[in-house]
């Protein structure tokens, strides 16, 4: 257990009964089971998986996700096309570079790092990826097949989330999950796996009525607001699982760190919980790594039924 965790738990709640879901292992596991795939891929036919990632612009913070993707997918084998733009990139350039990159069979997967400089429309750039190299998940082909429970390539972080939810719980029939937050990239995703593996699904929101009284009869709760601690220990039912999704940075007696949407310390009660960090951010690499692969294998597939139309 992270150092940082255990000085939380000690300091604040002596009997502290929950399990602390450890994303960062889980998501070590992930890429190992993906490098293997891929080495065999390799030793079995002439192509590989391929990432191309998009960065417009000198934000520190992208500039970080972009490299760390970078050396995560050159690490599981797959080959790794890096796009860097200068922030006065024009929106018909990066519409061209997305246009070349669906139009390149070497490349499976395309991500283009949000946020975007303002002057470009986020919105269009992600609409003009072909939806089977879409490994972010975003596109409205996506998230409407995602909605119907058709084949989608479904956004990282829910997927991680549920592939932790699903590690520990098993099978989630039946079971009341509140997703609070309802965002594109998370909070709606994630109501929608949860609807797939027929849990009963609230979703809140800004606006919802007495916030607490919904999460407390959750058996499980997602939180994904961005709000640092916002929700206490007295939300939570005794024996619940929680996912915090929350990354905020916060300076505290002099010193920054990072927490989550959930008072951890406050969580003793809960079934599991996972941590911030360490708990689904190393998840969201690993999926992003997963849906490349699953694109590749897609692509595949569509190149041999081809193979066998025109034969
Ligand atoms: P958004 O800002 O897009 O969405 C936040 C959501 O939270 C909105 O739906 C908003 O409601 C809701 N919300 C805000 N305040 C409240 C409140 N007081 N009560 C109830 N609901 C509220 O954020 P994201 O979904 O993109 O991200 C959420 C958090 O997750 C952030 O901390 C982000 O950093 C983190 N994150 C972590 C990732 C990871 O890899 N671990 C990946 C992506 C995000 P409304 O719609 O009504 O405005």
């Not at 750039?125 to 972010?136: F, M, R």
């Not at 972080?157 to 520990?168: A, F, H, Q, R, S």
């Not at 997602?222 to 929350?246: F, L, N």
Request: proline share 5%.
């Amino acid at each position: 257990m992270a150092g940082h965790i255990e000085a939380l738990i000690q300091a604040e709640q002596p009997i502290f009964e929950a399990d602390i879901i450890d994303g960062k292992a889980f998501a070590a596991g992930l890429t190992a089971r993906i490098k293997v795939e891929v080495a065999e891929i390799r030793s079995n036919c002439d192509k590989v998986p391929g990432l191309a990632v998009v960065l417009v612009g000198e934000d520190p913070a992208s500039s970080v996700y972009v490299a760390s993707k970078r050396r995560e997918t050159q690490a599981a084998g797959m080959s790794s096309f890096e796009h860097r733009l200068p922030d006065t990139t024009s929106q018909e350039d990066l519409m061209e570079l997305v246009r070349q990159l669906n139009a390149d069979p070497l490349v499976h997967g395309i991500l283009v790092q949000l946020p975007l400089p303002r002057h470009l429309d986020a919105d269009a750039v992600i609409e003009a990826i072909d939806p089977a190299k879409d490994v972010d998940g975003f596109h409205i082909a996506n998230a409407g097949k995602l909605a119907v429970g058709q084949n989608a390539l479904v956004p990282c972080t829910p997927l991680g989330c549920m592939m932790l939810l699903k590690d520990l719980l098993g099978d989630l029939t039946g079971l009341h999950a509140v997703v609070v937050g309802r965002s594109n990239i998370v909070g709606k995703p994630m109501a929608q796996l949860l609807l797939q593996e027929d849990c009963t699904v609230t979703i809140a929101h800004r606006h919802s009525r007495d916030l607490a009284s919904l999460t407390r009869t959750a058996d499980i709760v997602v939180v994904a607001v961005g709000r640092p601690e916002m929700v206490r220990g007295d939300w939570i039912k005794p024996g619940a699982t929680v996912i915090d999704v929350g990354i905020n940075r916060v300076v505290q007696d002099g010193r920054s760190r990072l927490v989550g949407d959930v008072a951890f310390a406050e969580m003793g009660h809960a079934r599991a919980i996972t941590p911030v960090p360490g708990g689904v951010g190393p998840m969201t690499i690993g999926c992003l790594l997963s849906n490349t692969l699953e694109a590749f294998r897609r692509a595949q597939a569509r190149d041999r039924a081809s193979a066998k139309e025109n034969s």
